[in-house]
């Protein structure tokens, strides 16, 4: 069983950056691929990015490639997001989640644990 916290979240002005950090506890992390997801108000919970378990291969939505950033620290058990350029559209509850198959998978539904979730508003 693998325990996941999110942090970091905030209230930050379009444009600005933001680093949310995931800690796992429990389980390996290091055996798990570590995804990203948001549901903003009114939406469906939506992928953001994905990090395989060696860390060298991740994957982006449209939405955010070549602003957001993820990267891992097998030996802290953490996940992040760095989130750069940000946009109101970006505001949302972001989780992360743990893919015990390392399947890379944009689907929820691959994902087995979850963290609650942390807000990001992005003002205008």
């Known amino acids: 069983q693998v325990q996941l916290v999110e942090s970091g979240g905030g209230l930050v002005q379009a444009g600005g950056s933001l680093r949310l950090s995931c800690t796992a506890s429990g389980g390996t992390f290091s055996r798990n691929a570590m995804g990203w997801f948001r549901q903003g108000p009114g939406k469906e919970r939506e992928f953001v990015g994905v990090?395989?378990?060696?860390?060298?291969?991740?994957d982006y939505s449209d939405s955010v490639k070549g602003r957001f950033t993820i990267s891992r620290d097998n030996a802290k058990n953490t996940v992040y997001l760095q989130m750069n350029s940000l946009k109101p559209e970006d505001t949302a509850v972001y989780y992360c989640?743990?893919?015990?198959?390392?399947?890379?998978?944009?689907?929820?539904?691959?994902?087995?644990?979850w963290g609650q979730g942390t807000q990001v508003t992005v003002s205008s």
């Open positions: 990090i395989r378990r060696t860390g060298y291969t991740t």
């Open positions: 989640a743990a893919d015990p198959v390392d399947s890379g998978m944009h689907y929820a539904s691959w994902y087995e644990y």
